[in-house]
T-cell receptor, first 113, second 111 residues
């Protein structure tokens, strides 16, 4: 089955620790994205990547970092510099950027205490 | 900057009835796409319907249809014959380069 996987579904960390969220896709999509969702709000773009070894900041990139070493994988690291890291994180992919529709993974709920 | 506004935080509808969710957006672009996504309690984002701005004909997908008014920058979603499984958050989204989401409308379908 083709799709996007995110693991784990729930993640707990202590304040001050970096944590990496996994995102893998087998759709052969070039573009991948990370979004953050807070309660009662829509999704906000953190980072996106149009091609391997290239990525751009989204609207709320501060405190986050990414890498795109493989087409299939786009991990997101939430660093200790992110002031409010507790949120629901969604990964998405699309054939390309621009007007191509995006397909989403199941998400990871990160709780930092 | 593009913005997307959903003015109805919550709505409810009786099973088998019809409901319309509102969405307005602001852009200076002429070519773009609009989407409605559904997020059920599982929190998986599911694409419901898409509309290309250059098409005058409103998109339909089974029980889901849109009313796209380009001049008014309005993009409402109509759900006909509502089912219990339609209970979810619905997000309107604008794509003109990157995907911009509205705040969402929480829809409850009551038996």
């Amino acid at each position: 089955d083709g799709g996007i996987t995110q693991s784990p579904k729930y993640l707990f960390r202590k304040e001050g620790q970096n944590v990496t969220l996994s995102c893998e896709q087998n759709l052969n999509h070039d573009a991948m994205y990370w979004y953050r969702q807070d309660p009662g709000q829509g999704l906000r773009l953190i980072y996106y990547s149009q091609i391997v070894n290239d990525f751009q900041k989204g609207d709320i990139a501060e405190g986050y970092s990414v890498s795109r070493e493989k087409k299939e994988s786009f991990p997101l690291t939430v660093t200790s510099a992110q002031k409010n890291p507790t949120a629901f994180y969604l990964c998405a992919s699309s054939t390309g950027t621009g007007t191509y529709e995006q397909y989403f993974g199941p998400g990871t709920r990160l709780t930092v205490t | 900057a593009q913005t997307v506004t959903q003015s109805q935080p919550e709505m409810s509808v009786q099973e088998a009835e019809t409901v319309t969710l509102s969405c307005t957006y602001d852009t200076s672009e002429n070519n773009y796409y609009l989407f409605w996504y559904k997020q059920p309690p599982s929190r998986q984002m599911i694409l419901v319907i898409r509309q290309e701005a250059y098409k005058q004909q409103n998109a339909t997908e089974n029980r889901f249809s849109v009313n796209f008014q380009k001049a008014a920058k309005s993009f409402s979603l109509k759900i006909s014959d509502s089912q219990l499984g339609d209970t979810a958050m619905y997000f309107c989204a604008f794509m003109g380069g990157k995907l911009i989401f509205g705040q969402g409308t929480e829809l409850s379908v009551k038996p």
